[in-house]
C-alpha cells in the first residue's frame, strides 16, 4: 500500500499520492485506459477516492436518503456547492418516485427538500412545473421498456463528479490545469515574451529581446518636413502616415517586410495632422490641421469625399467596426461630436452647452463603447448601448488616445512625462503607469503591440522610441536613432516584431529584431 505521507520533488513539496492519482486521471482523459488501470494496479492508488466510489454505489442502488446524509456530513464543501448537489440527487429521488408512482412522496420532496435550497427560484419552478409532463422529465421512455433511470444515475455520477470537493474528486484533467498554469507564469514572467508558437515542456522559458524590434532595418525618406502620424492597417499589409509637407502616404509591407510606396495623398492644403484605417482596410481618412477630412480609396488612392466643408474642423476621429460609420470630434465646442456615413450623411449628433472641445476620439473595436478626450484632462467612456457614461479625469493635459485591440484598455500620454493606462470597463481606481520617455509640450502618440498588446511603445521629445512590457512601469528598451523629437508610434498588429516611428527630422523608421542577436539566440 502507497504511504500517503510520503513527498517528492527536488524539493519535496508534492504528495507522493496525490501526484501518482493526479497522473493516473490524465492518462485515462488521454484515452490511455489501459496504462491507467496498471497504474492503479501497480501503485494500489485509485483514481476514485473511496468516498466518492461509496456515493457512487449509493446512487446506483438508489438509496437516496444515505446519499443526502453523507453530503451534509462534507465539510469541506462550501453551502453553494452543497445545495447544488443536493439538488440534483432530490431531483433523481423525485424522478424516480415519479416514475414508480409514488406522486405524494414526490411532492413532499419537492416542498420538505428541494424548495428550502438555495439554487434558484428558477430551477425550483422549473422542476415543479416538470412533474406534470413525463416527457419532460424524460420518464415517457419507461413505458417504452428503455431504462431511463440507469442514464439518468450515470449522469449524476459525472455531475456529482465535477460538484464534490476535493480530495473527494479531482477537477477535471488536473494535470493539464497545472502545467498550463507554470507555462503561463514562465510567459508572463518573461518580459520579452512575443511569439505565438506553443512552448516546449523540455525546458524553461524565456524569450530574448530578438523577439521585439530594437534595430531600424529601413529608413524611409519621401516626407519632406515633420512626420507628425504612422498607423499599420489592420490586416498589417499597409503602413499610412502623415506629415506637416501637406502630404499623406500609403506605403506597401512586401513579403521581406521591406515598405515600398504606394500612394501619396494631395489635396490638403494644411499640415496633414493624423490618419485612421477602416477596419476592413479599403479606405483610409486624412485630416488636415484645422481644416477638412478626406476619405480615400486605398486600392486606387483617390479622394471619394470630403467632409468638413459646412464648417466642421475634425480635431479627430474614428471608424466604427463596420467601415461604414465613422465619428468625428471637434476642438470647437459648439460643434461637437459627430457620426457620419461614408457619403458623409449625418447619422448622430452629440452637441449642446455642456459638450466641451474634442481633442482626442476613439471606438472600441468590439463597437461597445465610444472614447473622448475632453477640455484635455477628462476621458469619456460612452457606452452605446445603454447610453452610461463614466468620466476619469487626469490631473495632467492628456496629448493622445489609443485602445487595445481587445477592447478592454486604453492608454492615455500626459505631458507629465507619463502614460497611463485604464481598463475602459471601469473595475480599476488607479491606472498602470509607464515613465522614463520626455514629453513636456509637444503632442506625443504612443501605441499597443506585439501578441495579445503585451507590450506599450512611444515616441518622446528626446529622439528616441521607448518599449514597455505592460506589466513594468519602466522601460526595457530604448531606441536610438532619430535626431528629432518622435512624435508617434505603430506596432504591426499582424507582424509583431515590426515597429514603425514618425520623427520631426522627417524620416519614418522601420524598426525589427536584432538579426545577430536572433542567430545567438538560435545557437544556444
Known sequence: MENLGMMIGPKGLIKRHEFVRILIQCLYSLGYDKSAACLELESGISCKSSEFKLFESMVLDSDWEACINNL????EMTDEQRDAALFRVAQQYLLECLGRGDDSLALSLLHKQISKLKVGRDKVHKLAFSL???????LNKVH?????????????????????????????????????????????????????????LYKDHRCGRDQIPTETVQILLDHKNEVWFVQFSNNGNYLASSSSDCTAIIWKVLEDSKLALKHTLRSHQNPVSFVAWSPDDTMLLTCGNAEVLRLWDVETGTCKHTFGDSGFLVS???????????????????????MWDCEGNEIKAWRGMRMPKVTDIAVTPNGENLISIFSDRDIQILNLDTNVERVISEEHPITSLTVSGDSKYLIVNLNSQEIHMWDVEGSWEKPLRYKGHRQHKYVIRSCFGGVNGTFIASGSENSQVYIWNRRNSDPIEVLSGHLMTVNCVSWNPRRHQMLASASDDQTIRIWGPNQSEKTCNKKL
Open 132 to 138: 406534470f409532463s413525463l416527457g419532460e422529465l424524460g
Open 72 to 75: 451534509y456530513g462534507i465539510k
Open 316 to 338: 479627430s476621429c474614428a471608424w466604427f467596426p463596420d467601415s461604414n460609420r465613422l465619428v468625428c470630434g471637434s476642438s470647437d465646442p459648439k460643434k461637437g461630436i459627430c
Open 144 to 200: 417504452d421498456g428503455g431504462d431511463v433511470f440507469h442514464e439518468l444515475r450515470s449522469n449524476l455520477i459525472n455531475e456529482l463528479e465535477k460538484l464534490l470537493p476535493p480530495p473527494i474528486t479531482m477537477p477535471d484533467r488536473r494535470l493539464e490545469y497545472l502545467v498550463e498554469k507554470v507555462v503561463g507564469s514562465q510567459i508572463d514572467s518573461c518580459i520579452y515574451h512575443n511569439s505565438l508558437d506553443p512552448l516546449s
